[in-house]
C-alpha cells in the first residue's frame, strides 16, 4: 500500500501481512521511486565536488598515476559550468592543489584549463591516510553548507600511514555532509576500507582493473552527481508502542545495512538519511518485531514516510494480521524472498573470501559452493560470472572448488560487487 503526496516520487510497500499465530515478526519491502518530472521541480542546488586523487608512491608504477590524472580531466569536462569544485591531493597528508588558495573554484574553461596544469606538475610521493583526505574533504564541504557536496575517492594502495581509529573517526565526522564515491585501482588495496567510507557517505565502491579504464568511470560518476537534485531524503519510520524496528536495509541496488543510522525523533519514530537522489529506484528491507495479536485480529505494525527538509513527500504502511490459515501465513513475498537471498548471497561471499585469506579452505569452500547456488536461484548473474573466476563449477556434478590460482583482480572484485543485487520485477497489478 502507498500513499503518494507529491508528483514525481512515490513509495510503495510488498509484503504478505499474515503471521501465523504467536509470530512477532513482520518483514516488508519499501520500494521508493523518484522520476524526471521531480528532477524538473526541484530547485537548482549549489553544487561542490571534490576529486580526491591518491599521490603515494606506489601510484608511480605503470600508467596508474596517468590515468588517475586523464580521469580527473575527464570529470572536470562533465561538471557543469558553474559547479564548485576542488582538487585533493593525497598521500599521507593532503592537500588541496587547485585552486592553490585552498578553497574552490568555479567550473568554466579557464578554470579547467588551470585544473590541467595543477595537475600537470604533481608527481607520486609519500603514503597513504585516507582519513586525513576526508577531513579535508569535509572542511571544503563545510565551507558550502548550502550545498550538494559530492567526493570521488581514488586509491590503489592500504590506508598504512595512520590508524584504523582515525579513519573511522573521519568517516564517522563526514556522516551527512557530503556523499562520496570510491574507486580502487589495481589490485593492492582493502575492499573493507573503502567499503566503510562508500557505505557510511551515500557513495559506490568498485574497482577498477586497469588505469585505463578510470577515465571514462570518472566522467559517468560525474555525470549521475550532476543529475543529482534532492539533497537528502529521509524514511522515517513510526511503530506502535511495544513495537521494535529490527532492521532497514537497502537491498537495491546494492545491500546497506541502514539500521544503525537510525535518528531517534520520539520514543516510536526513528528516521534514516537516505542520501542525495536523482531520478532512480531504490528498495530497502523492513523488519518489525512487535506484539501479536490474537488470530482474526490487524495491526498497524508502521507507517514508513518520505521526508525532504521537513515535508512529507509519500507515505507507505506496513500491516500485520494473524491467522490460523497455514495457507494464509506460509506464503512469502516475492520480493522480501527475493531479497533475503540476495543479502544472504553477499554475505557467504564475504564470509567465504575472508576465510581463504586466513588458510581455512574448507570455510571458504562451503561458504562459496552456498553462494554459487545463491547466484543461480535469485539470476545474479552478474554475481555468478564474477564467482566462476574464484572457483570451479562442475555443472554436471554441482561440484564446486576453490582454483588454485586466483588472480587478485578476480578476487576483489567479487568481493566489491557480490553486495550489488539483481532487480525483482514487480508483478503486474502489484
Known amino acids: ?26 518483514d ?19 553544487r ?67 585544473a590541467r596544469h595543477a595537475l600537470d606538475k604533481l608527481k607520486p610521493h609519500g603514503g597513504t591516510a585516507m582519513g586525513t583526505w576526508l577531513g579535508l574533504a569535509r572542511m571544503i564541504a563545510q565551507r558550502h553548507p548550502s550545498a550538494m557536496a559530492h567526493a570521488i575517492l581514488l586509491t590503489d594502495g592500504r ?27 589495481g589490485a593492492d588495496w582493502e575492499p573493507n576500507e573503502l567499503r566503510a567510507i562508500a557505505s557510511a557517505l551515500h557513495g559506490t565502491l568498485d574497482v577498477v582493473r586497469t588505469p585505463d579504464l ?13 543529475a543529482k537534485a534532492i539533497p537528502e531524503l529521509t524514511l522515517r519510520v513510526w511503530t506502535p508502542v511495544g513495537a521494535t524496528v529490527r532492521m532497514v536495509k537497502q537491498v537495491d541496488p546494492s545491500i546497506t545495512d541502514f ?21 532512480e529506484e ?15 485480529r490487524e495491526k498497524l505494525a508502521a507507517r514508513v514516510s518520505l521526508v525532504a527538509e521537513g515535508e512529507v513527500l509519500g507515505q ?26 540476495q543479502a544472504e548471497l553477499a554475505e557467504a561471499v564475504q564470509e567465504g573470501l575472508t576465510a581463504r585469506k586466513v588458510g581455512d579452505l574448507a570455510t571458504a569452500t562451503a561458504k562459496l559452493r552456498r553462494a554459487v547456488q545463491l547466484a543461480s536461484e535469485s539470476g545474479n548473474e552478474n554475481t555468478a560470472k564474477l564467482l566462476k573466476a574464484v572457483v570451479e563449477v562442475d555443472d554436471r556434478t554441482g561440484t564446486v572448488r576453490l582454483r588454485a590460482h586466483i588472480d587478485a583482480a578476480d578476487e576483489i572484485a567479487l568481493d566489491v560487487r557480490s553486495s550489488k543485487t539483481a532487480r525483482v520485477r514487480k508483478e503486474s497489478g502489484s
Open 1 to 26: 500500500m502507498s500513499s503518494p503526496a507529491v508528483e514525481g516520487i512515490s513509495i510503495s510497500v510488498d509484503q504478505n501481512p499474515y503471521l501465523a499465530e504467536g509470530v512477532r515478526t513482520v
Open 159 to 185: 590506508n598504512e600511514h595512520e590508524k584504523p581509529q582515525q579513519l573511522a573517526a573521519e568517516i564517522k565526522a563526514s556522516e551527512g555532509l557530503f556523499t562520496c564515491d570510491c574507486r580502487g585501482v
Open 214 to 226: 578510470l577515465a571514462a568511470d570518472f566522467a559517468e560518476m560525474m555525470q549521475t552527481s550532476m
Open 48 to 114: 561542490v565536488e571534490i576529486l580526491i586523487i591518491d599521490c603515494s608512491g606506489s601510484m608511480g608504477s605503470g600508467d596508474k598515476f596517468a590515468g588517475a590524472r586523464n580521469a580527473t580531466l575527464a570529470a572536470l569536462q562533465v561538471i557543469a559550468d558553474g559547479t564548485r569544485f576542488a582538487i585533493v591531493e593525497g598521500t599521507d597528508k593532503a592537500e588541496v592543489v587547485y585552486p592553490r588558495d585552498g578553497a574552490t573554484a568555479v567550473a568554466d574553461n579557464r578554470s579547467r584549463t588551470e
Open 259 to 279: 539500521t544503525a543510522r537510525r535518528i531517534e525523533t520520539s520514543a516510536q519514530i526513528g528516521e534514516y538519511p537516505l542520501g542525495a537522489w536523482g531520478a
Open 316 to 341: 507507505g504502511l506496513v500491516k500485520a494480521a494473524w491467522t490460523t490459515d497455514t495457507d494464509l501465513s506460509a506464503r512469502i513475498s516475492r520480493r522480501v524472498a527475493h531479497y533475503t537471498g
Open 282 to 296: 531504490r528498495e530497502y528491507h523492513l523488519q518489525i518485531e512487535l506484539e501479536p495479536a490474537p488470530p482474526g
Open 28 to 46: 516488508a519491502v519499501i520500494s521508493v521511486e523518484t522520476t524526471d518530472e521531480l528532477m524538473v521541480a526541484a530547485p537548482p542546488a549549489e
